[in-house]
């Protein structure tokens, strides 16, 4: 394999798409980004939001949108401190439509699970 299919880079190719399905594509960072939609959250009101997620797959995710500007974390000097994340103008762009993306997919699961099960049967 390559160097650059193996190295970790910065640049965007001539088509975005697959760098941005890399980025929001995962399914724990559009859980993350449908929550945040309804506005600020500290770590624990995600965590038990998004079943399922661990605490590690939640806080390397949290980064991963932090670093690439879809999320602020902001830190208060309580006692002690709290954190609390929120989605920047950049991810309020994306938001609307992974919150049509999330609800096709809360509409179409048996449908998708009955497709499933109709190939499977055909298949064995």
Known sequence: MS???????DQVTDCPLPEVLRLIGDKW???????????PRRFTQL????????R??????????????LITRTVYPDAPPSVEYALTPLAEDV????????????????ALMAARRAYDARVQ
Do not use: D, H, Y
């Open 3 to 9: 160097q650059r299919n193996t190295a970790v880079t």
């Open 95 to 110: 938001r609307e439509p992974l919150e049509l993306l999330a609800q096709w997919a809360r509409r179409s699961i048996p």
């Open 47 to 54: 965590e038990r939001a998004i079943e399922g997620v661990s």
């Open 56 to 69: 590690r797959m939640l806080t390397l995710n949290l980064r991963n949108l932090e670093r690439n500007g």
């Open 29 to 39: 960072c559009i859980q993350i980004l449908v929550e945040l939609g309804e506005g």
